[in-house]
């Protein structure tokens, strides 16, 4: 079993909905939780992060986190065609050494 | 400001042969970091650097060197290139002390060995 698992979809939806993107987890040691955009042939930028479990409100974007639960999610609401890109999770934890522990990422496409 | 900056951006290598994954930030960030991608796969770890002189194994070292004589340059040498390190590289660095490990992302070096 991965420690982070991410669906990779493709995911397709029209210009306009809500996008719900998710990430279950095995080691209940993460603290720090990351959502990373990565368009097509560009590297990955960091788009959200929460520290524990709780709600973070960016904009459009909300990340959510439910340590209980081991999952996460990022909600994207009224989708772009901009949000067009692959959306990373990734999680860390104070004194865990450098590493973040990345999702393989799910691909978002948002149509006209 | 240009952050984080890979060269070269594409390369094709026969089996056998050497390269070297430039790296270079402007941000006088401390820490530095190689990473690999696969389709499916997600980021792996190669190697990593807390600052000039100091380097670490990743994830999955094998078959890399790595060496930070200077702040700014992180380069990424393949000795005896295979096919199994077909990849996309990416560079990244960052200054710790958040505890969030926020990384600023190169580009990616997209690597074919044939």
């Known amino acids: 079993q991965k420690e982070v698992e991410q669906d990779p979809g493709p995911l397709s939806v029209p210009e306009g909905a809500i996008v719900s993107l998710n990430c279950t987890y095995s080691?209940?040691?993460?603290?720090?939780f990351m959502w990373y955009r990565q368009y097509s042939r560009k590297g990955p930028e960091l788009l959200m992060y929460?520290?524990?479990?709780g709600n973070k409100e960016d904009g459009r974007f909300t990340a959510q986190v439910d340590k209980s639960s081991k999952y996460i999610s990022l909600f994207i609401r009224d989708s772009q065609p901009s949000d067009s890109a692959t959306y990373l999770c990734?999680?860390?934890?104070?004194?865990?050494?450098?590493?973040?522990?990345f999702g393989t990422g799910t691909q978002l496409k948002v149509e006209l | 400001n240009a952050g984080v900056t890979q060269t070269p951006k594409f390369r094709i290598l026969k089996i056998g042969q050497s390269m070297t994954l430039q790296c270079t930030q402007d941000m006088n960030h401390n820490y530095m970091y190689w990473y690999r991608q696969d389709p499916g796969m997600g980021l792996k770890l190669i190697y990593y650097s807390v600052g000039a002189g100091i380097t670490d194994k990743g994830e999955v070292p094998n078959g890399y060197n790595v060496s930070r004589s200077t702040t700014e340059d992180f380069p990424l040498r393949l000795e005896l290139a295979a096919p199994s390190q077909t990849s996309v590289y990416f560079c990244a660095s960052n200054n710790r002390g958040s505890g969030a490990n926020v990384l600023t992302f190169g580009a990616g070096s997209r690597l074919t060995v044939l």
């Open positions: 929460t520290y524990s479990s």
């Open positions: 990734a999680m860390t934890f104070t004194g865990g050494g450098n590493k973040l522990t």
């Open positions: 080691n209940s040691a993460f603290q720090y």
